[in-house]
């Protein structure tokens, strides 16, 4: 018995997490330049508390921030398990190369 792994799909989905990720942080960029635009012509008390509540979005404990940084470990995670599976493979398949051998 063993186990087939497509390491591929690993190194796929991968990317496809970094591609999220790519466009989440554009997006949050386009949202913080409008937000930053719209306080230009924006004046009293309720822009100066929209953008204490805006700046809470970008901070290190935000909800944004937390799931962008999940994302980007969760990337790490498949590329490391890609290239430990692949490892395995190829070790495996060289050795049993070595018992034909014998």
Known sequence: MYIDVDHSKFKKTAKEVDDYVSLLKGDMMIADSKVTSLMWYWQGKDKSEFNQEWSKVKESDS??????????????????????????????????MMLLVF
């Open 63 to 96: 909800t944004y921030t937390k799931m962008v940084n999940s994302f980007e470990s969760y990337s790490e995670v498949l590329k490391y398990a890609a290239k430990e599976y692949k490892s395995a493979q190829e070790i495996a398949v060289n050795r049993s």
